[in-house]
């Protein structure tokens, strides 16, 4: 499906403009700015100041568009939760809205969106793959896995067996339409997320339940998967084989550069291109993310960003906008922890919180991108930590 335009603008951009900026004129009160989200919006002010400002005006203009969607999104909750404190509603909402929009573009009473995973690279043309309401196959992962981990804390709020078993069904659908997506960095936020909130800080006994029932899912779904064309082709994607014409013989050592789709590479590029011209201004202030695909375009042939959030914010954003983001990164996490000390008492709340971050962090070491739909999430994670109503539950 092509974007629509109004004069040179795409729609997908407009709107967002329109509600960052309603959200913006509303909602921005002292009260509601807390020391994450104020790190966060000093390190997104210096992504304008680069020395190829008014090379990329309109291009740094979107791209700061989309980095205040997530403090957006963070206002916008906040204003509809202030009064009953229920992200619990939420979260279910959204959760289970985002796992089943994937069901008419499964069953392709819609089509989709945008562009999904291209398996004919792996040999097989007739095997569907989804995107569903969104326009890449990643962020569709990436949101099916923070949707999975939610439903996954939802669950465990509730005593209603006929819920948990509604939600279990929901959860599971999530994953198979994950599978579906093809990318992997989805499976293992998911994974991730899952074992971190089962798992973190948890008695041995509880530990022991969820290792058999790990190996209960792998001794029944092992078999099945081995015996479906899908197998290859998940072999296949998983070791990085055929997308780039190449694929391993039985005595070669796998490349992690080719099993990482070539983000060792690019990681490389990127890091290399900043300092290309040897101009400390450039170093400090970064080059910009379309200068960056310039280059890369330039030296491997590709024109892409990092694919990793800490070298991209380098690169993109100068040294002074990485220390901003990784400080970030810092007092987020020191926040989880010294209210988790004080309020939380290792809750299901907190893990929650915890698994949220973990697998954000995880997507931006290995992905990059920015905060957009699983904004949604963060942004209700964060503002757990400071809910009156969670605090005096605990």
């Known amino acids: 499906m092509d974007p629509i335009y109004f004069g040179p603008l795409k729609w997908a951009q407009i709107w967002k403009v329109l509600f960052i900026m309603f959200n913006f004129l509303f909602f ?22 680069t020395p190829f400002f008014f090379v990329y005006m309109k291009e740094i203009f979107v791209q700061v568009t989309g980095l205040l969607f997530f403090p957006s999104i963070y206002f916008f909750i906040y204003s509809l939760t202030k009064k009953q404190d229920n992200y619990l509603s939420i979260l279910t909402f959204i959760s289970v809205f985002f ?28 095997e569907k793959t989804l995107s569903g309401l969104f326009q890449k196959a990643h962020p569709s992962s990436q949101v099916l896995a923070y949707s ?20 279990l069904f929901i959860i599971i659908l999530g994953l198979f339409f994950q599978f579906k997506t093809f990318v992997r960095l989805g499976l293992f936020m998911s994974i991730l997320g899952a074992y971190f909130f089962f798992i973190y800080r948890s008695n041995f006994a509880r530990k022991v339940k969820v290792f058999i ?10 078999p099945l998967v081995s015996e479906s064309k899908l197998y290859d082709s998940y072999k296949q994607r998983l070791l990085g084989e055929n997308k780039y014409s190449y694929s391993y013989t039985d005595s070669e050592v796998i490349n992690f550069d080719k099993m990482s789709s070539g983000r060792l590479g690019i990681w490389k590029s990127s890091f290399n291109n900043l300092l ?17 695909q310039k280059r890369n375009s330039t030296s491997i042939g590709l024109s892409v960003f990092s694919h990793n959030g800490i070298i991209d914010s380098l690169v993109t954003n100068g040294l002074i906008g990485l220390l901003l983001f990784i400080y970030f990164i810092i007092t987020w996490a020191k926040t989880i922890f010294k209210r988790n000390k004080l309020y939380f008492k290792n809750s299901k709340e907190f893990k929650y919180i915890i698994s949220v971050f973990l697998i ?4 931006i070491l290995l992905q990059g991108g920015k905060i957009i739909y699983d904004g949604l999430f963060i942004s ?6 400071f809910s009156n109503k969670i605090q005096h539950e605990h």
């Open 28 to 49: 921005f009160k002292k009260s509601i700015i807390n020391k994450i989200l104020f790190i966060y919006l000093l390190s997104t002010g210096f992504y304008i100041i």
């Open 99 to 126: 796992i089943v929009s994937y069901v008419p573009f499964y069953l392709e009473l819609l089509p989709q969106l945008g562009s999904s995973y291209n398996i004919k690279s792996l040999g097989i043309s007739d």
């Open 148 to 167: 999975c981990v939610t439903l996954f804390y939802v669950s465990s709020k509730t005593k209603n067996k006929f819920i948990k078993f509604q939600l």
């Open 213 to 222: 029932f790990l190996i209960v899912v792998l001794v029944i779904s092992l």
């Open 276 to 292: 290309l011209n040897d101009d400390p201004i450039e170093v400090l202030f970064g080059i910009t993310e379309p200068e960056l």
């Open 360 to 363: 954000f962090l995880f997507s």
């Open 380 to 385: 209700i994670s964060i503002l757990m930590l």
